[in-house]
Nanobody, 122 residues
Framework: VQVMESGGDMVQAGGSLRLSCTAS????????LSWFRQSPGKEREGVAA???????FYTDSALGRFTISHDNGKKTVFLQMTGLKPEDTGMYYC?????????????????WGRGTQVTVSS
């Protein structure tokens, strides 16, 4: 299984970005999909996840501003981010997993991308 993110960029506070993540080597519909991020000086944290049945989960920092979605035909998961803040700056990682659903716990996910950088300036 391979996972690759794209769409990271530098934006001003209040702006929007859409991240994309394309997976290969898997039956996409059988996998939970997620986005994590790691900000400078902080541990990696979950952002949003979508279960195989379409149920979604957002952490408090993402709720109301970010939307996770996916296109099974293109084996792609998206993260639409609006109202970006400087504290959203970080490396954003996509991860997929086929085991027990545990929302944004990293142990749920077995394959990870290399990340895409998001920088939000004030």
């Amino acid at each position: 299984v391979q996972v690759m993110e794209s769409g990271g960029d530098m934006v001003q506070a209040g702006g929007s970005l859409r991240l994309s993540c394309t997976a290969s080597g898997l039956i996409f519909e059988n996998y939970h999909l997620s986005w994590f991020r790691q900000s400078p000086g902080k541990e990696r944290e979950g952002v949003a996840a979508v279960r195989t049945d379409g149920g979604t989960f957002y952490t408090d920092s993402a709720l109301g501003r970010f939307t996770i979605s996916h296109d099974n035909g293109k084996k792609t998961v998206f993260l639409q981010m609006t109202g970006l803040k400087p504290e959203d700056t970080g490396m954003y990682y996509c991860a997929v997993g086929a085991g027990t659903w545990r929302s944004c716990l990293s142990s749920t996910y077995t394959s990870w991308g290399r990340g895409t950088q998001v920088t939000v300036s004030s």
